[in-house]
């Protein structure tokens, strides 16, 4: 439960330090994106370990196209971060990336 409250504030930090930079027009890699994905890889590869006492494991496939989103993802930040500004399209993808992953989370069912 805990894993899981924080895997959402990393959503939260990557999401929305990457709405704030966009709106502020200076498109660059903010340290709340920078810590939103590692929280995001970190809690997410803690929450899909096959754990004994859970009634239900999540999809394969699921967990695949989330993994390929959070390492893209944190590549694209982690790789970008010491930047003066990334070029629109680098952080439009990145932005639609966390957009897509949080659609994988929520609707595949």
């Not at 859970?54 to 699921?62: C, F, I, L």
């Amino acid at each position: 439960m805990i894993l899981r409250y924080a895997h959402l504030i990393g959503f939260g930090l990557l999401l929305g330090g990457a709405i704030a930079q966009y709106v502020s027009g200076k498109l660059r890699i903010n340290p709340a994106m920078l810590w939103g994905a590692v929280i995001q890889v970190v809690t997410g590869l803690i929450l899909a370990a096959p754990w004994p006492d859970r009634d239900a494991q999540p999809s394969p496939a699921k967990l695949a196209v989330k993994l390929v989103l959070a390492i893209l993802i944190f590549v694209m930040v982690f790789f970008s971060r010491r930047r003066e500004q990334v070029a629109k399209g680098h952080f439009l993808a990145t932005l639609g990336m966390v957009l897509v992953t949080g659609a994988v989370a929520t609707l595949w069912t």
